[in-house]
C-alpha cells in the first residue's frame, strides 16, 4: 500500500521522467505483476519516460523498451531489451542466467 501511495505521489504532477528504485522489492509475485503493469500503465498515460533500477529481470522484461546494465559503475549494455537478452557479453549472460560461474565474482 506504501508503495502505491508514493507512485501517486510521483505522478500527480505529470512529470517527464519519473525515478523508481527497486519498485517489486519484497512484493509477492501477484502485486509484482500489479504494480509493473501500473508503471507501463503510467508510461503511458504521462507520455513520458520511467527510469526504473531493479533486479527483478522478470519485471523488467514486462516493463521495458530499453535496458542499461551496470557493473562496477560504468554501463557495460545498452539496447533494446531483445537486443540485451542475445548479448554475447559474459558479463550480462552471466547476470541474465544467475550463474555463480563466469567473469562477475560471487
Known amino acids: 500500500m506504501l508503495k502505491r501511495a508514493g507512485f501517486a505521489r510521483a505522478v500527480v504532477t505529470s512529470p517527464d521522467i519519473v ?7 519484497g512484493l509477492d509475485p501477484i502485486i509484482t505483476n500489479l504494480l509493473t503493469d501500473t508503471i507501463k500503465h503510467l508510461r503511458a498515460k504521462l507520455n513520458g519516460t ?5 533486479h527483478d529481470l522478470h519485471s523488467i522484461y ?3 523498451d530499453y535496458i542499461a546494465m ?7 549494455a545498452y539496447g533494446p531489451t531483445e537486443e540485451i537478452r542475445r548479448s ?3 558479463i550480462v549472460q ?6 555463480e560461474v563466469g567473469p562477475i565474482p560471487v
Open 19 to 25: 525515478l523508481y528504485d527497486e519498485p517489486t522489492t
Open 88 to 90: 554475447q557479453n559474459p
Open 70 to 76: 551496470l557493473y562496477e559503475g560504468a554501463i557495460i
Open 62 to 64: 514486462m516493463m521495458a
Open 94 to 99: 552471466q547476470f541474465l542466467q544467475g550463474s
Open 50 to 54: 520511467a527510469v526504473v533500477i531493479s
